[in-house]
């Protein structure tokens, strides 16, 4: 047995317990162990569930014990907040759910049960995952683990800071304009975008519900298509979610990718990116082509310098419809002392809602409303379908798009929080894939010094067209296994 | 494009969202910038370009209509913050 359990990807670890060398209830322990040790630095959990933990534990040894159980069985998963578990308290990062404990599972959560999962936790995010860093949370700021004082990107900040911390195998997060991608980079681990459509969003509590979709992070490109397989496929109860079956992936990674069709698209490399950002990433696409992949640096995507503002209208304005149900009325943080149920509406959203969630919530309000519709939400909606089909075009020619993921590493906590609109430009990398509803994975391709000498995690971006996450796959795991980038850890 | 304080108290109210005079003091200049940031938009010829709602090509999914076996009124009940029995309590909705 290895001397430290906290450090094992699901693979590994799956082949322990499989070989019954290692139990559910000491990975589980060895995942409480070190969330006792780094917890209060770096406050990725919002609500410990360690009781239930124990009981999900033991039942998945008596499901190995008989040989039953898939990957997943038995290995300690953390949760972002914004996913409905029945029976524990469900967030989203906000005071005005703060009480609130959903009745319902998501399907995620049904279909990790039936595998025998164990959830360590809710974890922190910046509030109903609007942020690109995590300190939007009503809860407090979560904390990278490879420089304390940073962010770890948002909004699934503490679920991608709890698997680079060694304190969950892996993670569920949800990505709405980068929300899974732009943390995995930050963070230093792997994190995968499906593609629209391909895991249910049922019990997902709404954002943009457009753009919305359940990913998770792991420590390794294989990982994540176990978690990919596990938790996707057709679900009715969201009419959205696409009947088309999921290829079985991980089983079939052989790191052979000569012929692959790259493209890299210029525009994702923007005025104002980090040289060692763009080093790296240059470096990931110079591996890929010694791989035997066919480098194509010429792609144009021109209309992607429109995306930031087609998401900051369409996510806003999905948003403050989806948000409209938050009233005081049927449960959560409720102000009562008003003289009218209108008085008591408006405070409780006054003193529930935290101030992004307010901006976002004005935002789409004015788009929304009559006189504006067509400047500006029908007008985001018709650039979305330009955006759409310079995707559609380029991969006609290209199986798989590589880019930056963000434009430089994880910023200091506290130093963006004064500009929304620059918070935003955050984002430009990551939001037209959300637009196109594209699948996307971010993987560790390097790392930056920082001027007081941290060591800060950068991530390569992979996209593929809609349902190929195959490809995608296929290039990720290549990269990554011709690489130790995935093997460092922070020092915590 | 600048917000005036009364047009931002205008979409809070329609947003049915409590500011106080420094939030809207804070949000005029704020929201006038994000908006100024959305003109790029209308630069784009989009004529004859249909919207995009949704990335999926999806119309009109039915199901049959089978009832799952209901919620207990008491466990969803138990997250209402003001209850009367099985009843939800609020202010009077009517002016007197």
Redesign the interface.
Known sequence: MPDDLTRLTITEASALLKQRQVSSVELLQASLERIAATEDRIHAFITLTGHTALEQARRADDMLAKGQGNALTGIPAAVKDVISTKGTRTTCGSKILE???P??DANVITLLDEAGYVMLGKTNMDEFAMGSSGENSAYGPTHNPWALDRVPGGSSAGSAASVAAGQAFYALGSDTGGSIRQPAALSGVVGLKPT??RVSRYGLVAFAS?LDQIGPFTRSVRDAALVFEAIAGHD?RD??S?EIDVPAIADSLTGDIKGLRVGVPREYFVDGMDPAVREAVEGAIRQLESLGAHIDTEVALP?T??G???Y??IAPSEA?SNL?RY????????Y?D??????????T???G?GEEV??R???G??AL?AGYYD??Y?????????I?REFDAAFQKYDVLVTPVTPTPAFKIGEKTSD??QM?LNDVCTIPVN???LPGISLPCGFATAEDGARLPIGVQILAK?FDEASLFRAAHAYEQSTDWHKQSPPL | MALTPDEVRHIAHLARLGLTDADVAKFAPQLSEILDYFDRLKAVDTAGIPPTAYPLDLHNILRDDVPDPPSDPETILKNAPNREGNLLRVRAILDE
Do not use: C
């Open positions: 009480p609130f404990v009745i319902y629209y459509g457009s009715q009419s959205t696409a209309s310098g429109l930031v503002a087609v900051y209208v403050s409209a009233d005081g009325v049927k449960y959560g943080y409720s009562q008003g003289a009218s149920m209108w008085e008591n509406m408006e405070r959203r006054q003193h809602f307010k901006r919530i004005m935002v309000t004015y409303s400047a500006y029908l007008k985001a909606q018709q650039i979305r379908t330009l759409r929304p609109l935003y637009i196109a509803g809609p």
